[in-house]
C-alpha cells in the first residue's frame, strides 16, 4: 500500500515554469513505476508522463513532449514534474499515480495507487 501526495500546482504564465512533486509514503517506493495525468474540465483524464521504476526510460505524450520532464528520486520517495514553456491548455488537474511492477504504462486502469491531485491554471 502506498499513498501519493501532489503539491507544488498553482498560477503559472504562457511560457513559464512550474514544477509539480508527488511524495510516497511507505517504504517500497521504488517497487513501484509512477506516472502523471491530468483533467482539464469537461475533458477525461489523460496520461502524460511515466517512468520505470530505476528512473529509466521516461515517456510522454506527444502534447508534453520536449516540454516536460518527468524524474524520480527513490531515496527521497519522489517523483517529479518539472513543466516548462507552460500553455493555457495545460490548465487541469494533475495526478500523480504508482503502480506494482515493471515497465511504463499509460492507461489508467493501469495504475494501482492515485493521488488527490493537484490544481494548476495557466493564464495567457
Known amino acids: 500500500q502506498v499513498q501519493l501526495v501532489e503539491s507544488g500546482g498553482g498560477l503559472g504564465q504562457a511560457g513559464g515554469s512550474l514544477r509539480l512533486s508527488c511524495a510516497a509514503s511507505?517504504?517500497?517506493?521504488?517497487?513501484?513505476?509512477m506516472g502523471w495525468f491530468r483533467q482539464a474540465p469537461g475533458k477525461e483524464r489523460e496520461f502524460i508522463a511515466a517512468?520505470?521504476?530505476?528512473?529509466?526510460?521516461?515517456y510522454y505524450a506527444d502534447s508534453v513532449k520536449g516540454r516536460f520532464t518527468i524524474s524520480r528520486d527513490n531515496a527521497k520517495n519522489t517523483v517529479s514534474l518539472q513543466m516548462n514553456s507552460l500553455k493555457p491548455e495545460d490548465t487541469a488537474v494533475y495526478y500523480c499515480?504508482?503502480?506494482?511492477?515493471?515497465?511504463?504504462?499509460?492507461?489508467?486502469?493501469?495504475?494501482?495507487?492515485w493521488g488527490q491531485g493537484t490544481q494548476v491554471t495557466v493564464s495567457s
Open positions: 517512468i520505470s521504476r530505476n528512473g529509466n526510460s521516461p
Open positions: 499515480a504508482g503502480r506494482v511492477g515493471y515497465g511504463i504504462r499509460t492507461l489508467e486502469y493501469e495504475y494501482d495507487y
Open positions: 511507505g517504504r517500497t517506493f521504488s517497487s513501484y513505476a
